[in-house]
Nanobody, 111 residues
Framework: QVQLVESGGGLVQAGGSLRLSCAASGSIFSINAMGWYRQAPGNQRELVAVITSGGRTNYADSVKGRFTISRDNAKNTVYLQMNSLKPEDTAAYYC?????WGKGTLVTVSS
């Protein structure tokens, strides 16, 4: 079993920055890719960014150049640095590792 705990969400003005963290615990030895997804009200959950244990990354087109995903394997933590935030980035952000999900952290960007 793997537990994922997100933190770092909040309210920010457009153009601002936030950094999300996701700490993993439990049976983490089997985890390869970890990532962030988001879900806005009325929308489906969508991929934001993913990173493998080797450091390979992939981003949604909508966040390329603004968001950066990184991973500290020693701390079993993945981060999402979000810069130049836009109101359309407002959503609940969820950490994912294989089939495991965190409970989410809310990001609200005001215009």
């Amino acid at each position: 079993q793997v537990q994922l705990v997100e933190s770092g969400g909040g309210l920010v003005q457009a153009g601002g920055s936030l950094r999300l963290s996701c700490a993993a615990s439990g049976s983490i030895f089997s985890i390869n890719a970890m990532g962030w997804y988001r879900q806005a009200p009325g929308n489906q959950r969508e991929l934001v960014a993913v990173i493998t244990s080797g450091g390979r990354t992939n981003y949604a087109d909508s966040v390329k150049g603004r968001f950066t995903i990184s991973r500290d394997n020693a701390k079993n933590t993945v981060y999402l640095q979000m810069n130049s935030l836009k109101p359309e980035d407002t959503a609940a952000y969820y950490c994912n590792a294989d089939i495991h999900w965190g409970k989410g952290t809310l990001v609200t960007v005001s215009s």
